[in-house]
């Protein structure tokens, strides 16, 4: 048997197991345990398919937009395409997916290439299996054999060096062919499937090994991965839907391969290695857009998508009241209800009161369920915005907010934090801010009381609140 081999890298974790030959199963180093084990079969990705995926912490729009783009994508004959998201559909996303009894886009909480995705299921020989077994193997062209036992757990691997050494020793043939696989097995660097590559790809490119074996969760024999496979894993296709930031996207979306976009919000993409359907509208919502492409293509929405998409461009709308709304929305939205047999207002009204509210929230969950990060001027600044059916449960829960915002200012060393309550019903918003005094006392806006303003008419962070805000921290600059 050959001699242990030593550990090449540092691990935060090592098991031993298996039997015969220890067996040495790198860990994660860096990476949380437990969010590794939530990374079930339900949401490994396959490098077969295209992912059309909307942005994290989805809305309506970014479901919407995911479901119907698919959707199109199929009918314009693309195969193996699926709809995505990047995490749990916020309450008004999921009203409307229960309303027109839509099941949710797969989830997806990571697209990283992890070792399950470099493995490939060679044949194994069993342990006790003579070496002509193994031999037969690399005959058929194989360099290493997993070695694995009953239970299905690798003991280690025949290499053909080994091989080579075993039928030239100086023994008698009979018993060197009588030899099991086992004692001439070595050992090789074992990694989970559900790892990420990227985790260990230093510790990869110092190692002399160029066969590596991957089991599962459990210490299943998975497959062999080879270091030239490793370092240039399958990824992940991914078509982004109303985002294009990668900062925004699902995580690991810098390790993926993004074939296209369609998007309504600013433009904040890295470079692609290859060129690609790149599509930024300033309309309404990313939904309205999919639509235009199915009326381009004289396909028709089945009813129940066609709520769905209607929902994408009334949500983010805020039903045509907001200043992002466009004519080519309205007209898109007239349509698409038809095809659902949806009143457009009172749907939208419904569908506007879906918004969960402030009393319901933790005001952790209201400050980060929707928080963008910018610099203005060169200073740090956070703006949140929340929906909300009426100010009414404001004065209760303001102190609280407030002092959940003054954390995160100080946690975060920014220079001012802000969060924009938006009513839907009337059209208008209240800030909240917390930050330097010289910023609050530049803001243009009424106050109500102290770090409370009234916002009036303004709903739209993107196209009103952060050119405003802009404009005063850069006069400071
Ligand atoms: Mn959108």
Sequence with gaps: MAPQSRLIWSTRQVLLIGHN????????????????????????????????????RPDTDAIAAALGYAWYLQQIGQEDVVAARAGQPNEQAAFVLERFEQPPPRLLTGVAPTFGHAATPQKTVPPDAALPAAMARVAEGDRVIPVVD?????????????????????V?????????????????????????????????????????????????????????????????RLFLVDHNEIAQAVPDADEAEIVGVLDHHRLGNAPTALPIPFVIDPVGSTSTLVAE??????????????????????????LFRSPTATERDEKVALWLAQLARIEIVPYGEEL????PGLAARSADEILDADRKAYQMGGSPVSIAQVEVTGFQELPDRREEILEAMQTRLNREGLSLIALMIT?????????????????????????????????????S????????????LNDMA
């Design 150 to 170: 009953e239970n299905g757990k690798p003991v280690g691997v025949v290499t053909s060096l080994a091989l080579a050494r075993a039928y030239t020793a100086p």
């Design 352 to 355: 506007l009161r879906a918004a």
């Design 172 to 236: 008698n043939v009979t018993v060197m062919l009588a030899q099991p696989c086992r004692e001439i097995a070595t050992h090789a660097p074992t990694f989970f499937e559900h790892d990420r590559i990227s985790d260990h790809r230093n510790a990869l490119l110092r190692s002399e090994t160029d066969d590596f074996l991957v089991v599962s969760a459990t210490g299943q024999y998975v497959g062999i991965a080879t270091r030239r496979v490793i370092l240039n894993p399958p990824r992940a």
């Design 293 to 318: 492409k199915c009326q381009a293509r004289n396909l028709t929405p089945p009813a129940s998508l066609a709520g769905v998409l209607l929902s994408g461009i009334l949500s983010d709308t805020l």
């Design 461 to 472: 962070r993107k196209k009103q609140l952060v050119p405003t805000l802009l404009a005063i």
């Design 21 to 56: 030959l220890p067996c040495v199963l790198y860990q994660s180093m860096g990476y949380n345990r437990n969010m590794n084990a939530s990374r079930d079969k339900m949401d490994t990705w396959s490098p077969d398919v295209t992912y059309v995926i909307g942005h994290q």
């Design 423 to 459: 009513d839907v019903i009337t059209g208008r918003s209240r800030l909240l801010c917390q930050g330097e005094n010289r910023i609050l006392a530049a803001l243009p806006f009424t106050r109500i009381s102290n770090h409370e303003y009234d916002l009036e008419d303004i709903v």
